[in-house]
């Protein structure tokens, strides 16, 4: 058995602490906590598992990783913490750990990180024999391993289409919706998650990597923005209002230019209430989807619709993700020290949890 840790408990590290416990070839060794009010719980009830575990949340990383752990799944923020998520995912890499995390979007291309970023991991790995595997949903398998598999059922390909449709009132996260996306702010308010350049340095790297696999040679990597205000005040269950007038939905796109015209376009369509752009992309049924379309021939369509905690479709994207980067430990156990991305690490079947049950 693997011994894993899962560091930090929000919205993926309650998805992360049910994904180890249900891996046949892991054990949950520790749960690192930031919130002192944590500390001391069960992990069993901070998964949302309705069951002890019998593993004790702590805040003593010294311990935890003295105590050398195989793997660490890094669950804590990266978003306004960036650098020091990198410190913590260096210093579990040095312990000896293969570590997997959505944390650090620039390493999701980790060929084309920067220095700054990747140096630090290489230098660590050198030390310490750790490993590192970054992904998620969008960014993540939403486009990558995804759209290359279902390009592969394609004559001809033209245009390579990812879309990420949600309502953002599903999503557990005020700040982050309120002002790294912007959502209720008034419309000369710049989000930091849409400034000029910031999506190339989140989703740009999928591109990349959809290119390399391809074959194709990118020209460029152009945005394209679009925001829309609310026409009326609306009520969110877990977010609280959002005003007339103030920022209500965003269009974004990530393209990969290829010969000159768009060939490799990552979508966003975010919205705080389903009213608001309504001519815009909307999901099948329900408060989120993530889409594939393969323009060429045959066109092909594919949409994934995941729920979890509740039938929350956010919640369910984020077990996508963990989904993705736990059943990646055993694989990366096995192999050489290294960091890895996407195209290194297959996306396997899920053997041994055929089954296997949860409360």
Partial sequence: MISTVVWGTGNVGRAAIRAVEAHPALKLADVLVHNPDKVGRDAGELGGLGQDLGVAATEDI??????????????????????????????????????VTPA???LYDQRGAPPELREPVLAAIA?????????GVDPGWGNDVLPLLISGLGSTVDVIRCQEIFDYSTYDQSDSVRYLVGMGQPMDYE??????????????????????????????????????????TVSTRTMGEFEAGTQGAVRFEV????????????EHVTRIHPSCAPDWPTPPDGDGAHRVVIEGRPRIAVTVEATDEGENRSAGGNATAVGRLVSAVDWLVAAEPGLYDALDVPLRPAVGKLGRRQP
């Avoid at 660490?72 to 000896?96: F, K, T």
């Avoid at 030390?127 to 992904?135: A, C, H, I, K, Y």
């Avoid at 230019?257 to 768009?262: L, T």
């Fill in 127 to 135: 030390d310490g024999g750790g490993s590192l595997f970054v992904s």
């Fill in 191 to 232: 989000p930091p998650m849409i400034a000029p350049t910031v999506p190339t340095m989140v989703w740009g790297g999928q591109v990349r990597l959809m290119a390399r696999a391809l074959g194709a040679e990118l020209d460029e990597i152009r945005e394209t923005l679009e925001r829309r205000p609310l026409e009326a």
């Fill in 104 to 106: 650090l979007y620039a």
């Fill in 62 to 99: 010294d311990a935890v990783l003295a105590a050398g752990p195989r793997a660490v799944v890094y669950a804590a923020s990266g978003d306004v913490r960036p650098d020091e998520a990198l410190a913590d995912i260096v210093r579990a890499i040095r312990a000896g750990a293969v570590v």
């Fill in 255 to 266: 393209q990969g230019i290829v010969g000159g015209e768009p060939r490799i376009v990552i």
